[in-house]
Nanobody, 115 residues
């Protein structure tokens, strides 16, 4: 049984930082590309891709977070991270980790950026 468990969300002031973690179990973690998505429940939009990391460690980012967010993985711990710096109110959303090209999603963790 595949499980993805996210942690690290919370309330932070604009300009602050958070680090999200997503611990996986039940998959050969190192074999997969991984990603973080987000969805703002207050808007009628699909989840948007925030950052992706391939199984070789290549990364890509949405333009809205480039230079502020960093995705990383630790295969030994079966964990993917999202370091978020210089947070803005528009980053407020529920953040989800995903094993790319599969149906496996985490439960989501709320990030709220507000003064």
């Amino acid at each position: 049984q595949v499980q993805l468990v996210e942690s690290g969300g919370g309330l932070v002031q604009p300009g602050g930082s958070l680090r999200l973690s997503c611990a996986a179990a039940g998959i050969i973690f190192s074999a997969y590309d991984l990603a973080w998505y987000r969805r703002d429940p207050g808007h009628e939009r699909e989840r948007e891709l925030v950052a992706r990391i391939t199984n070789r460690g290549n990364t890509s980012y949405d333009d809205s977070v480039k230079g502020r967010f960093t995705i990383a993985r630790d295969n030994a711990k079966s964990t993917v991270y999202l370091q978020m710096n210089n947070l803005k109110p528009e980053d407020t959303a529920v953040y989800y980790c995903n094993v790319q090209y599969t149906r496996y999603w985490g439960q989501g963790t709320q990030v709220t950026v507000s003064s």
